[in-house]
């Protein structure tokens, strides 16, 4: 009677299937993910620091363009003192301009950091000498320009919703002077990451995109392990079902079955132990024929 195989020929072919197919799939997968995703960040990351360096470009631009603005409005009215300018809603509006989308230019005085002109009331005339503790990067960018120097930074900025976000601001002096001799610095800023925003979508859409390929990496393993695994059991019993038969075949034979049939058709290795198995069974026949004639012969 056949033995019960523990560990039999199907396992065997699985296990080593999966590890020829699975290991260099999984390997490509994982370097075509780790590849994707560093030349994806790398991509990003320098594309975010380009529009950066230009939103820093377009700000020093624009601080300049209002110093020109302001030079030649003090210049074609040389008998207005700062007071004056206060109270001139054109200057007003030349003084303090958008910059992005929530940025501005504010002006003060380049010498003793007083603001005259700010997009919140609450600062014009304030003296900026306050904001030192509180803002103290944004008091190092101001306090290098004291003097008519033309100074630039990033700086920490505390929203209304409490979130800390970075801005640039640039600092440059008007080339002329009120009635009263006050000479004027005009401050560029706004949110460094307005100019970003377009590079923070493109990364949610190569993030979205690096997810989707990864599903369709998981879906070809999932499919590759599934093949294999058929394969695999169609090999493993086209393989053990002639051997089983032939076992079983052979247990008969040595049950005295001499007559038990061997019915394979194979072309292959198997083939070569089917040819065995009747040669060993017609061997056997001949063999007990022998003996029985023999015993059969009475002795002389």
């Not at 300049?64 to 210049?75: H, N, W």
């Amino acid at each position: 009677m056949a033995e019960k195989v523990r560990f039999g020929m199907f396992p065997k072919l699985l296990i080593f299937s999966l590890c020829i197919a699975l290991i260099p799939l999984g390997t490509i997968v994982y370097f075509s993910f780790v590849n994707m995703s560093t030349i994806g960040e790398l991509l990003l990351d320098q594309g975010k620091k380009s529009l950066e360096d230009l939103g820093a470009k377009v700000i020093e631009e624009k601080a300049k363009s209002v110093a020109k603005q302001l030079e030649i409005y003090i210049k074609t009215h040389p008998k207005k003192t700062i007071t004056d300018l206060q109270k001139d809603e054109t200057f007003k509006s030349l003084a303090v301009q958008p910059v992005g989308k929530t940025g501005y230019t504010a002006v003060q005085d380049c010498e003793t950091a007083v603001n005259y002109f700010h997009i919140n009331p609450k600062i014009v005339n304030m003296d900026l000498h306050k904001l030192a503790t509180k803002l103290p990067q944004f008091w190092k960018i101001m306090e290098r320009s004291l003097g008519g120097h033309d100074s630039y930074g990033y700086y920490d900025w505390e929203d209304p919703d409490g979130r800390i976000r970075k801005k640039f601001m640039y600092i440059t002096t008007v080339k002329a002077k009120t009635a009263d001799g006050v000479r004027l610095g005009i401050a560029a800023t706004t949110y460094l990451d307005e100019f970003s925003m377009p590079i923070v979508k493109w990364e949610r859409t190569v993030s979205t995109f690096i997810q989707r390929k990864l599903k369709q990496f998981y879906l070809i393993i999932a499919i590759t392990t599934v093949a294999v695994v058929v394969a695999s059991l169609l090999l493993a019993r086209a393989i053990t079902r002639p051997i089983l038969y032939l076992a079983h075949v052979a247990d008969q034979i040595s049950t005295g079955n001499l007559e038990a049939e061997i019915d394979i058709k194979s072309s292959d290795e198997i083939s070569i132990l089917v040819t065995a198995m009747k040669r060993m069974q017609r061997s056997l026949a001949l063999a007990i024929k022998r003996l029985k004639e023999r015993r059969l012969t009475p002795k002389r």
